[in-house]
Protein backbone atom coordinates (compact mmCIF):
# COMPACT_ATOMS: atom_id res chain seq x y z
CA UNK A 1 0.00 0.00 0.00
CA UNK A 2 0.88 3.91 -0.76
CA UNK A 3 3.19 5.56 2.45
CA UNK A 4 -0.05 7.68 2.78
CA UNK A 5 -2.97 4.99 3.05
CA UNK A 6 -6.09 5.90 5.32
CA UNK A 7 -5.72 2.58 7.01
CA UNK A 8 -2.38 3.13 8.26
CA UNK A 9 -3.20 6.97 9.54
CA UNK A 10 -4.71 5.51 13.15
CA UNK A 11 -7.49 7.34 13.66
CA UNK A 12 -9.57 4.04 12.44
CA UNK A 13 -7.65 2.14 14.98
CA UNK A 14 -9.98 3.09 18.05
CA UNK A 15 -12.17 0.87 19.63
CA UNK A 16 -15.87 1.43 19.18
CA UNK A 17 -16.55 3.14 22.67
CA UNK A 18 -13.39 5.06 22.48
CA UNK A 19 -14.20 6.20 19.09
CA UNK A 20 -17.40 6.92 20.98
CA UNK A 21 -16.26 9.19 23.60
CA UNK A 22 -13.74 10.72 21.33
CA UNK A 23 -16.92 12.03 19.00
CA UNK A 24 -18.77 13.02 22.45
CA UNK A 25 -15.72 15.37 23.06
CA UNK A 26 -15.59 16.50 19.90
CA UNK A 27 -19.58 17.89 19.62
CA UNK A 28 -19.48 18.94 22.92
CA UNK A 29 -16.72 21.12 21.88
CA UNK A 30 -18.21 22.36 18.73
CA UNK A 31 -21.56 23.12 20.53
CA UNK A 32 -19.32 25.54 22.70
CA UNK A 33 -17.84 27.30 19.82
CA UNK A 34 -20.79 27.02 17.05
CA UNK A 35 -23.11 30.02 16.47
CA UNK A 36 -27.32 29.25 16.53
CA UNK A 37 -27.79 28.23 12.82
CA UNK A 38 -24.53 27.53 12.11
CA UNK A 39 -24.06 24.09 9.77
CA UNK A 40 -21.76 21.21 10.40
CA UNK A 41 -20.55 18.85 7.46
CA UNK A 42 -19.04 15.49 8.02
CA UNK A 43 -17.52 12.94 6.10
CA UNK A 44 -17.45 9.41 7.31
CA UNK A 45 -18.31 5.27 6.98
CA UNK A 46 -21.70 5.32 6.66
CA UNK A 47 -21.72 2.01 9.37
CA UNK A 48 -21.64 4.74 12.15
CA UNK A 49 -24.09 7.40 10.94
CA UNK A 50 -26.51 6.12 13.19
CA UNK A 51 -24.57 6.82 16.42
CA UNK A 52 -22.70 10.00 15.25
CA UNK A 53 -26.65 11.35 15.18
CA UNK A 54 -27.34 10.40 18.59
CA UNK A 55 -24.36 12.17 19.69
CA UNK A 56 -24.61 14.90 18.02
CA UNK A 57 -28.25 15.38 19.25
CA UNK A 58 -27.30 14.84 22.98
CA UNK A 59 -25.05 18.54 22.40
CA UNK A 60 -28.44 20.51 20.79
CA UNK A 61 -27.55 19.62 16.93
CA UNK A 62 -29.99 18.94 14.68
CA UNK A 63 -30.02 16.25 11.59
CA UNK A 64 -30.78 17.23 8.54
CA UNK A 65 -29.70 14.71 6.09
CA UNK A 66 -27.41 11.88 5.14
CA UNK A 67 -25.64 12.22 1.69
CA UNK A 68 -23.36 10.44 -1.12
CA UNK A 69 -20.36 12.02 -2.44
CA UNK A 70 -19.44 10.10 -5.35
CA UNK A 71 -15.67 9.37 -6.57
CA UNK A 72 -16.27 9.32 -10.36
CA UNK A 73 -12.29 7.71 -10.88
CA UNK A 74 -12.40 5.99 -7.71
CA UNK A 75 -8.88 3.62 -6.91
CA UNK A 76 -9.61 0.29 -8.28
CA UNK A 77 -8.09 -1.53 -5.12
CA UNK A 78 -9.33 -4.75 -4.90
CA UNK A 79 -11.13 -4.98 -7.96
CA UNK A 80 -11.01 -8.97 -8.37
CA UNK A 81 -12.48 -9.50 -5.04
CA UNK A 82 -15.30 -7.19 -4.52
CA UNK A 83 -16.95 -3.91 -5.43
CA UNK A 84 -15.07 -0.77 -6.26
CA UNK A 85 -15.63 1.61 -3.29
CA UNK A 86 -16.81 5.27 -4.90
CA UNK A 87 -18.85 6.61 -2.13
CA UNK A 88 -18.81 8.63 0.97
CA UNK A 89 -21.35 9.42 2.88
CA UNK A 90 -21.42 12.62 4.72
CA UNK A 91 -23.76 13.90 6.99
CA UNK A 92 -25.52 17.40 7.89
CA UNK A 93 -26.49 18.91 11.13
CA UNK A 94 -27.80 22.48 12.03
CA UNK A 95 -26.60 23.75 15.84
CA UNK A 96 -29.97 24.49 18.17
CA UNK A 97 -32.56 24.98 15.25
CA UNK A 98 -34.07 23.17 12.37
CA UNK A 99 -32.66 24.97 9.97
CA UNK A 100 -29.36 27.45 8.81
CA UNK A 101 -27.74 29.18 6.03
CA UNK A 102 -28.86 27.89 2.45
CA UNK A 103 -27.89 29.40 -0.92
CA UNK A 104 -29.84 27.16 -2.65
CA UNK A 105 -31.13 30.39 -5.42
CA UNK A 106 -34.42 28.42 -5.59
CA UNK A 107 -33.09 25.46 -7.19
CA UNK A 108 -33.32 21.87 -6.04
CA UNK A 109 -30.19 20.68 -4.71
CA UNK A 110 -29.61 16.87 -3.67
CA UNK A 111 -27.88 15.30 -1.36
CA UNK A 112 -26.20 13.10 -4.04
CA UNK A 113 -22.76 15.41 -4.88
CA UNK A 114 -20.03 13.81 -7.59
CA UNK A 115 -16.80 14.90 -8.42
CA UNK A 116 -13.69 13.39 -9.05
CA UNK A 117 -11.22 12.41 -6.06
CA UNK A 118 -8.42 14.81 -5.59
CA UNK A 119 -6.37 16.01 -8.44
CA UNK A 120 -2.81 15.57 -8.87
CA UNK A 121 -2.31 18.84 -8.75
CA UNK A 122 -3.94 19.33 -5.28
CA UNK A 123 -2.00 16.28 -4.02
CA UNK A 124 1.08 18.18 -4.16
CA UNK A 125 0.03 19.69 -0.93
CA UNK A 126 0.96 16.75 1.46
CA UNK A 127 -0.85 14.01 0.17
CA UNK A 128 -3.80 13.32 2.71
CA UNK A 129 -4.89 10.38 3.34
CA UNK A 130 -8.58 11.64 3.03
CA UNK A 131 -7.81 15.19 1.08
CA UNK A 132 -11.09 16.07 0.11
CA UNK A 133 -10.97 17.79 -3.70
CA UNK A 134 -11.36 21.86 -3.44
CA UNK A 135 -14.37 21.26 -5.50
CA UNK A 136 -16.05 18.96 -3.26
CA UNK A 137 -15.75 21.72 -0.42
CA UNK A 138 -16.52 24.89 -2.71
CA UNK A 139 -20.06 22.85 -2.91
CA UNK A 140 -20.52 23.36 0.86
CA UNK A 141 -18.83 26.54 1.64
CA UNK A 142 -20.83 28.15 -1.14
CA UNK A 143 -24.35 26.81 0.03
CA UNK A 144 -23.70 26.54 3.77
CA UNK A 145 -22.10 29.80 4.53
CA UNK A 146 -22.42 33.77 3.59
CA UNK A 147 -19.59 36.02 2.48
CA UNK A 148 -17.90 36.91 5.94
CA UNK A 149 -19.17 33.68 8.07
CA UNK A 150 -16.03 32.04 9.82
CA UNK A 151 -15.57 28.26 8.59
CA UNK A 152 -14.21 25.93 11.50
CA UNK A 153 -12.51 22.83 10.00
CA UNK A 154 -11.76 20.77 13.27
CA UNK A 155 -9.80 18.00 11.06
CA UNK A 156 -8.45 20.31 8.37
CA UNK A 157 -5.76 17.50 7.01
CA UNK A 158 -4.34 19.14 3.38
CA UNK A 159 -6.44 22.66 4.02
CA UNK A 160 -9.31 22.47 0.99
CA UNK A 161 -11.79 23.24 3.26
CA UNK A 162 -9.76 26.48 4.30
CA UNK A 163 -8.60 26.98 0.49
CA UNK A 164 -12.61 26.78 -0.20
CA UNK A 165 -13.68 29.41 2.60
CA UNK A 166 -10.78 32.23 1.15
CA UNK A 167 -11.65 31.71 -2.15
CA UNK A 168 -14.72 32.54 -1.27
CA UNK A 169 -14.90 35.13 1.08
CA UNK A 170 -14.95 33.27 3.90
CA UNK A 171 -13.20 33.47 7.12
CA UNK A 172 -11.29 30.55 8.04
CA UNK A 173 -9.95 28.78 11.06
CA UNK A 174 -8.33 25.60 10.95
CA UNK A 175 -6.50 23.16 13.67
CA UNK A 176 -4.31 19.47 12.68
CA UNK A 177 -3.18 16.88 15.13
CA UNK A 178 -0.23 15.93 12.86
CA UNK A 179 2.63 18.62 12.48
CA UNK A 180 3.40 17.48 8.54
CA UNK A 181 -0.10 18.09 7.89
CA UNK A 182 -0.43 21.59 9.89
CA UNK A 183 2.46 22.78 8.21
CA UNK A 184 1.87 21.68 4.58
CA UNK A 185 -1.72 22.90 4.99
CA UNK A 186 -0.39 26.50 6.50
CA UNK A 187 1.84 26.39 3.51
CA UNK A 188 -1.09 26.55 1.32
CA UNK A 189 -3.08 28.09 2.88
CA UNK A 190 -0.16 31.15 2.81
CA UNK A 191 -0.12 30.79 -1.00
CA UNK A 192 -3.72 31.17 -1.34
CA UNK A 193 -3.29 34.29 0.58
CA UNK A 194 -0.33 35.99 -1.36
CA UNK A 195 -2.30 35.28 -4.80
CA UNK A 196 -5.63 37.21 -4.16
Not at 17 to 44: C, H, P, T, Y
Amino acid sequence: MRENFFGAAGWDNLEFDEWLNDMDQMFAELARIIKKRGSVIMFMSIIKVESIIRLAEKHGFYYKTTGIWHKKNPMPRNMNLHFINSTESWIYFTYKAHTGTFNNDGKAIHDFVETSVTPNGEKGFGKHPTQKPLTLMEHFVKILTNEGDVIFDPFSGSGSTGVAALMHNRKFIGSEIDEQYYQNSKERLESVIRNE
